[in-house]
């Protein structure tokens, strides 16, 4: 039995994220499907908090029927925190994305935990520098803050692809708790991005406490665009894996 892969993007990205993932799972015989959450990429919207994000996902899992591997990014893992102990699931996947505990938000992970660990965030780009209020609560960012937060570690023409598809992202589906904590129904990886601008790596150390296991690469904030095949390799072992 070869599991599916089901994707899902981080705020302000869509299902283009994963592009290069795509054809490497593929050619090791592993269906995946990339989604749009509400609103991006090319979904027509309208958007939708952290809830109608986990909505779409879990109408994506009933279709599927069961064996998924369900893999999120950055935000992502918010999603997939509420919407992934449906029954399709036997895998979840956290690439530098928010494994969050019942109560908890993107902006409010861990936040005591954090604060004992003396996580330094002295010297780094902050991301919430770049926000550029937009109409509906929505918030964009400013290009030179979120090519060094988001692809630091990708060359300049991979940076430019990517951050002409970058659109808004609604403020408050990062300020949201989810419904759910499927990490503690199902088994889980979670892969440290250790270059990681955006989302501090000592900060996802302690979120990957939460998972059944952990991996740790040399990269920044966006594994999928900088070393897709290490996060190919990585969604290969576990599509095989036994059950």
């Known amino acids: 039995m070869v599991r599916r892969v089901i994707l899902v993007h981080g705020a302000w990205h869509g299902a283009w994220a994963w592009d290069r993932v795509i054809p490497l799972l593929a050619a ?46 950055s935000y992502g893992g918010a999603v997939i925190t509420e919407a992934g102990d449906h029954d399709a699931v036997d895998h979840l996947v956290y690439v530098a994305s928010f494994a969050l505990d019942a109560g908890e938000s993107c902006t409010t992970a861990l936040a005591a935990e954090a604060e004992a660990a003396g996580i330094d965030h002295q010297g780094r780009p902050d991301l919430g520098d ?15 803050v979120a090519a060094a937060c988001f692809y630091n570690d990708c060359d300049n023409a991979t940076a430019d692809w990517a951050l002409a598809r970058l ?9 949201q708790a989810p419904y759910g904590v499927a990490w503690k129904a199902r088994p889980s990886t979670y892969a440290v991005c250790a270059d990681d601008l955006a989302v501090h790596p000592d900060l996802q150390r302690l979120l990957a406490r939460r998972c ?26 576990l599509a095989f894996a036994s059950v």
Request: charged fraction near 20%; glycine fraction near 12%.
């Open 28 to 73: 090791a015989g592993v269906e995946a499907t990339p989604i749009d959450l509400p609103g991006h990429g090319d979904d027509p919207g309208p958007f939708g908090d952290l809830h109608a994000d986990a909505a779409r996902l879990s109408r994506e899992l009933d279709r599927r029927g069961s064996n998924v591997v369900l893999v999120s990014h």
């Open 130 to 144: 770049g926000f550029v209020e937009g109409p509906n609560g929505t918030v964009s960012l400013e290009p030179l």
């Open 167 to 175: 659109g808004p992202q609604p403020l408050a589906s990062l300020q």
């Open 212 to 237: 059944t296991t952990s991996v740790e690469w040399p990269a920044g904030h966006s594994p999928f665009l900088s070393r897709p095949e290490v996060v190919a390799e990585l969604l290969v072992g």
